[in-house]
């Protein structure tokens, strides 16, 4: 039976016919691999989704994390799968060997990764924040601090956090109030309050190390006065060995709409409930310099929020299979044409607007899994390129498609979520089904990680104009490219180009008009209606892609064929359905429309 989870053949698709991911094992990085080791790793991944990790996804969600004031408890199936995960090394597939990593592509452990977030994103969510923090040091980290901290992260032993959010400080880091005073050894003493912590306490591993943001005192203020620091729950001896409890405090557990198998902490740092070596204040280590703390958790931002879009996208996935397999069993109705009530009613996918609603749901996941993945394939191509030029020029295209990668599928991934509980009608209102749980789960994704109107700002304030707008003019460029390679082909990709090839032009236009203006104020008020209009015409670019390749594959039959006239008839709804949606947006913002800018508070 095919899996509800994600497709097998889509991404086979997308990873090989697509993107030919086969290609980078001939790079010296990934020369242990082949395609059969990609395709082992995916089957293995699927394997262990579907069996440690779907089956307890709403016991875990039933029973959220208690706190009796002293420990944290969960359901024991969460741990059960985590450490089958452990087992597995796949929390280090994308690490260097070095550190015990299997190598792979980050294209490839994206993939395998998709599978987890489908299954269960609360207990994905673990191993998801350990990996993010074990890539933080790998990078910033000194030998002594991979040593201690990130190898017992790799075999499963320790997990780890990213304590940013503070209760007065979510979206504005500059406003961190977290002290960390420095000690004659070396060390530093943190005071402060984190909020919003996920997987900031538990008792599923030995250990949580938690990086955390701080300010030294007389730095300078803002975000340049922040500092990065490794703040473990138990402290270690000089051996290495579990030692005294460090003064990080448990306040209480967050009560989630969704997410609710992974743990959400207030912490109290240096409260001096606990007094390590004799006083309280947390023990922390310095990672890096002083003062470059923001900037080194950004180095990972792109990840990190790549990493969002791809639990975002396999929720949406997910629901989507779940839908589609209800829509093909669930008997309603008969057709139109031919409502004899003595004749047996349809399921409900032969009617028009259900089959709607599974298109708008295919052409928003499929569409989402192949931008994930092209960001996946550009870490790659930034790693490792041959060419210095190429490894600049997909570092610029990831940097200007990231908060795309992370708020479109955030977006529109959640609103297949809403179209799955749709087509399930009154059952799908229900906790009897999954889908109204994935719809609750996603709706974290355009909060954390940087709001939708963050990431906005980002795109249009920061992205579009960088170096000049050298990575807007990228972007376009490489947009335009496949515009020219469809226009070449005698098939249907041929047709839709010029469809794109025009919405392209419109981004060009009209940012040139929203900072033609020099105000900024004005420019970025709309932000979030350009960070969705380019959304959607990098996912109609997506669509173009997919197109090709199936143009590329000729005909088929049976399943085969079904598959490609799928992603054909997918494509052409995403062109004929959504992207028209930004003809509209792109107006309102040429006509530099000032109804937000100019509402006053009092008129609310
Ligand atoms: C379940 C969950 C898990 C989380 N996990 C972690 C974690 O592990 N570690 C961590 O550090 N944090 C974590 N967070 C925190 C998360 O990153 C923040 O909630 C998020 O950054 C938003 O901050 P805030 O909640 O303070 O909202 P605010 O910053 O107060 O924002 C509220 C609203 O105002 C808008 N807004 C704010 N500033 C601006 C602006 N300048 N321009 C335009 N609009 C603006 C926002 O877009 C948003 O719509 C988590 C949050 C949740 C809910």
Not at 273 to 279: A, D, F
Not at 378 to 393: M, V
Request: proline share 5%.
């Amino acid at each position: 039976m095919s899996s509800t989870l994600l497709s097998r053949r889509d991404l086979a698709f997308l990873l090989h016919d697509w993107l030919d991911v086969t290609r980078l094992a001939e790079r010296p990085r990934y020369a242990e691999h082949s395609r059969e080791t990609f395709d082992d790793v995916l089957d293995l991944a699927a394997r262990v989704a579907a069996e440690h990790f779907a089956p307890h996804n709403r016991a875990a969600d039933s029973t959220e994390p208690t706190f009796d004031g002293r420990r944290v408890h969960t359901i024991p199936q969460v741990k059960a799968a985590l450490d089958v995960f452990a087992q597995t090394g796949l929390l280090a597939a994308s690490l260097d060997e070095s550190i015990g990593g299997m190598q792979l592509p980050h294209v490839v452990s994206a993939a395998c990764f998709a599978w987890f977030q489908a299954a269960n994103v609360g207990t994905a969510a673990y191993p998801f924040l350990t990996l993010g923090n074990a890539n933080l040091l790998l990078t910033h980290g000194s030998a002594e601090q991979i040593d201690t901290w990130v190898r017992p992260m790799v075999e499963g032993r320790f997990f780890g956090t990213m304590c940013l959010s503070e209760p007065q400080a979510g979206s504005s880091l500059a406003d961190i109030t977290t002290r960390a005073e420095p000690q004659d050894d070396g060390t530093y003493r943190l005071v402060g309050t984190k909020m919003w912590i996920s997987g900031g306490d538990h008792e599923l591993a030995e250990n949580i190390v938690h990086l955390v943001l701080a300010r030294i005192p007389g730095g300078p203020p803002g975000v340049k006065g922040i500092s990065l620091f490794i703040v473990p729950k138990v402290l270690l001896d000089a051996g290495g060995a579990l030692g005294p409890r460090n003064d990080v405090v448990l306040v209480g557990l967050n009560h989630k709409m969704g997410y609710r198998g992974t743990t959400n902490t207030l912490l109290n740092f240096g409260e001096g409930v606990h007094r390590p070596y004799g006083r309280g204040g947390a023990v922390g280590y310095l990672v890096g310099q002083p003062h470059q703390g923001l900037a080194q958790m950004f180095h990972m931002m792109n990840e990190a929020r790549i990493g969002v879009g791809a639990g975002a996208t396999a929720l949406g996935y997910t629901g989507y299979l779940k839908s589609l397999a209800y829509a093909r069993q669930r008997p309603q109705g008969r057709p139109i044409a031919d409502k004899d009530p003595t004749a047996p009613q349809v399921p409900i996918v032969a009617h028009p607007d259900v089959r709607r609603m599974l298109l708008a749901q295919k052409s928003y996941v499929e569409g989402a899994l192949a931008l994930v993945l092209y960001c996946g394939q550009l870490l790659d191509e930034e790693k490792t390129a041959p060419a210095e030029a190429d490894r600049g020029r997909a570092h610029l295209l990831l940097d200007m498609l990231t908060p795309i990668a992370k708020s479109w599928p955030s977006q529109w991934c959640l609103a297949a979520n809403d179209l799955a509980i749709q087509v399930h009608g009154g059952y799908g209102y229900t906790r009897d089904y999954d889908v109204e749980q994935h719809w609750r789960d996603n709706r974290l994704n355009p909060i954390h990680e940087g709001t939708h109107g963050i990431q906005a700002l980002d795109l249009l304030g920061r992205k579009a104009t960088m170096q000049g707008g050298a990575g807007l003019a990228l972007l376009l460029e490489t947009i335009r490219a496949t515009v020219a390679r469809a226009w070449k082909t005698e098939g249907e990709a041929a047709e839709l180009a010029g469809q794109l090839g025009a919405a392209v032009d419109r981004i060009a236009v009209v940012t040139r008009r929203l900072w033609g203006t020099g105000d900024p104020e004005l420019a970025l008020a709309n932000a979030s209606v350009y960070l969705e209009a380019v959304g959607h015409v990098v996912i109609a670019w997506m669509w173009l892609e997919q197109l090709l390749a199936v143009e590329a594959l000729g005909s088929a039959e049976g399943a085969e064929g079904d598959f490609l006239a799928g992603k054909r008839q997918a494509a052409r709804y995403f062109f004929r359905y959504e992207l028209p949606r930004t003809g509209p947006q792109f107006d309102l913002l040429e006509s530099l429309d000032r109804t937000t800018l100019d509402s006053q508070e009092s008129w609310f």
